[in-house]
């Protein structure tokens, strides 16, 4: 998942501003970077001139981070929200973020459909086949879940969140149609066949994988400092977040932190 700029302003605009634009913006997040005025009117021309040059400058391909997980797993949940999210934050332009939300689910067949338990209940299909659904429908998909996965409970505050980052085009009875249809019931289908088809097989969640690859090193370093890692892979020209500029450094993310 390429982080379109909006994703990260909109982040940003909530520690800015309270969660929203100043009041002089009148466009919605999707259209902020796409005009010199828009960009102006909503205060965000620093960070529009910014990205683009920074991925005007992009030297290399993304590292791939791809994290299959559970919606209510414990582990899972600290991980996304207190690593893979700050880490995409500070290097959207050199990662991109693939979220299968399925883990130790099992599927099976009813009919022309698919039936699911999962490890943690009902309440976990529930917050598994809301994510799948959001990950088809919006590109405010990752924002959105990692409210749901930082709140006290997660599909409690499915409707809050896609409220605060989803925007008037994403409405809850649209996911809830995809949630409960056969849109939702194929897409988790292939979550599963996505999860069966890891090599090696899954063992645990949250299970990592890094540009397709998933091996007990590589998990260990994810999980203790995703951005160092993240910074060590990116093959080309070191950004500002990486150290690249002497003037600008940032912490790494420990799960000791």
Known sequence: MKAPLLLILTVWLSTQYGG?????????????CSSL???IQCGVLKQCLESNFTRAHQTADPVQVGLYYESLCPG??????????PTW???????????????????????????????????????NMIETCLLSMTEMA????????????????????????????????????CVNG???????????????????????VPWVTINGEHTEDLQDKAMTSL?????SLYKGQKTASCGGDPHRH?????SNE
């Open 227 to 231: 951005f160092t890692l993240v910074c």
């Open 142 to 177: 990752f924002p959105i879940i990692f409210c749901m996965e930082s709140s006290g409970g997660v599909t409690k505050a499915a409707k809050s969140c896609v409220e605060l980052y989803g925007g008037p085009q994403l409405s809850w009875d649209k996911i809830m149609s």
């Open 182 to 204: 056969d849109q939702g019931n194929q897409l988790m289908h292939q979550n599963a066949l996505k999860t069966k088809a890891l090599n090696p097989p899954h063992q645990y």
């Open 20 to 32: 929203s634009a100043p009041s002089t913006c009148s466009h919605p997040p999707s259209q902020w």
């Open 250 to 254: 940032y912490r790494s993310y420990s």
């Open 89 to 127: 934050l500070l290097l959207n332009d050199i990662m991109s973020v693939t979220l299968v939300p399925y883990g130790n689910a099992q599927e099976k067949p009813d009919g022309k459909k698919y039936v699911y338990e999962c490890q943690h209940g009902e309440d976990e299909c529930v917050g």
């Open 76 to 85: 899972c949940r600290l991980f996304l929200s207190d690593m893979l999210f």
């Open 37 to 39: 005025d828009s960009a």
